[in-house]
């Protein structure tokens, strides 16, 4: 097997995990908090999924699903159009609404997709291109594959404990 192919497999599950984590939720289901400063299902769905939008599109040079597809109009958000969720406060937080789960998973798809050309594409080779020189040692391809596929099993992980106390 591989590298390309185990990075694929690991990103299909979380495409998976995200619908399992939105499929169901009624519009309360996917703002409700469990406690006052928590955040909810549609922003930690919403957040994994802006911040791999953000760093694949970044690391292949491509274009953000998030501006290209209108994913940013269509959601509406009162927030700079660039925001990825990083840092966010709880109000910020509160910000996130969607009308529903399927706007949520839509635009998850369209990164999947997005990120799977990208991902069928990389030789052993690219995995060591630097794509980052803001950090010492600067972050090679694979490791900001890696560090996005982490990041997002651990919040399509809370986003599946936050629902399973709200609903």
Request: without cysteine; proline residues 3%; negative net charge.
């Given at each position: 097997?591989?590298?390309?192919?185990?990075?694929i497999?690991g990103?299909?599950?979380?495409?998976?995990?995200?619908?399992?984590?939105?499929?169901?939720?009624?519009?309360?289901?996917?703002?409700?908090?469990?406690?006052p400063?928590?955040?909810?299902?549609?922003?930690?769905?919403?957040?994994?999924?802006?911040?791999?939008?953000?760093?694949?599109?970044?690391?292949?040079?491509?274009?953000?699903v998030?501006?290209?597809?209108?994913?940013?109009?269509?959601?509406?958000?009162?927030?700079?159009r660039?925001?990825?969720?990083?840092?966010?406060?709880?109000?910020?937080?509160?910000?996130?609404?969607?009308?529903?789960?399927?706007?949520?998973?839509?635009?998850?798809?369209?990164?999947?997709?997005?990120?799977?050309?990208?991902?069928?594409?990389?030789?052993?080779?690219?995995?060591?291109?630097?794509?980052?020189?803001?950090?010492?040692?600067?972050?090679?391809?694979?490791?900001?594959?890696?560090?996005?596929?982490?990041?997002?099993?651990?919040?399509?992980?809370?986003?599946?404990?936050?629902?399973?106390?709200?609903?």
């Amino acid at each position: 097997m591989h590298a390309k192919d185990i990075l694929i497999d690991g990103y299909n599950r979380i495409q998976e995990e995200v619908h399992a984590a939105v499929e169901g939720l009624d519009h309360d289901g996917l703002h409700a908090r469990p406690s006052p400063d928590a955040n909810t299902v549609a922003w930690l769905i919403w957040h994994l999924t802006r911040v791999q939008d953000d760093h694949i599109a970044d690391a292949f040079g491509l274009d953000q699903v998030w501006l290209t597809q209108d994913f940013q109009k269509t959601f509406g958000l009162d927030l700079p159009r660039h925001d990825t969720g990083y840092g966010h406060t709880s109000a910020k937080v509160a910000k996130v609404r969607v009308d529903s789960g399927d706007l949520l998973t839509g635009y998850y798809d369209a990164v999947h997709a997005q990120t799977l050309g990208a991902l069928r594409e990389v030789a052993a080779k690219d995995l060591e291109r630097i794509v980052d020189e803001r950090w010492d040692p600067p972050v090679t391809l694979g490791a900001r594959l890696v560090s996005v596929l982490s990041d997002d099993l651990q919040h399509v992980g809370q986003a599946a404990y936050v629902r399973g106390l709200v609903s």
